[in-house]
């Protein structure tokens, strides 16, 4: 119950300061939790359902933005950016690429993997062992970029 918690105080901060754009996004985020706990998984959200949800919210609207900027409507793309901060401030601190890299030698090492035939078994690991901490995208990038040599 701790996001729900954060959320419903970062949503009073918001109102105090009249916040819109922060208040959408907390909204959003609110709107999603509710969702996930009466779609049948329990009163609870496990922390990392919690994280899951967080990283589709942030990468939506990252998505909307690249649309949006494509399209030459930064006035829609900046909101969505903007949204995007917001929600972030809920996720662990992300993992740099050369930290991501070390953990995806490390895994590759392990399994022993020699070739993109293994590319499923190391992203498997990997994402496993990274949850909340990278973007599925990132990680992707460089297990390919590590399995091609």
């Known amino acids: 119950m ?5 959320i419903m105080t970062a949503m009073k901060t918001a109102m105090k300061a009249k916040d819109q754009t922060a208040l959408a996004a907390l909204r959003a985020v609110k709107s ?3 969702l996930a706990k009466t779609s049948g998984a329990g009163d ?25 900027t494509e399209q030459g409507r930064e006035d829609l793309a900046e909101p969505e950016i903007a949204q ?4 972030e401030q809920f996720l662990p601190e992300q993992l740099t690429a050369e930290e991501i890299e070390k953990v995806v030698v490390m895994t590759i090492d392990d399994i022993g993997a020699s070739g993109m035939k293994d590319m499923g078994k190391v992203m ?5 062992q990274l949850a909340g901490q990278a973007d599925g995208k990132t990680i992707s990038t460089i297990v390919k970029a590590k399995l091609s040599n």
């Open 2 to 6: 701790g996001l729900q918690q954060d």
């Open 32 to 34: 999603e939790i509710l």
């Open 44 to 68: 609870e959200l496990s922390e990392a359902d919690e994280i899951k949800l967080l990283q589709k919210l942030v990468k939506q609207r990252k998505d909307s933005a690249t649309i949006f």
């Open 84 to 87: 995007a901060a917001i929600i």
């Open 124 to 128: 498997g690991l990997v994402s496993k």
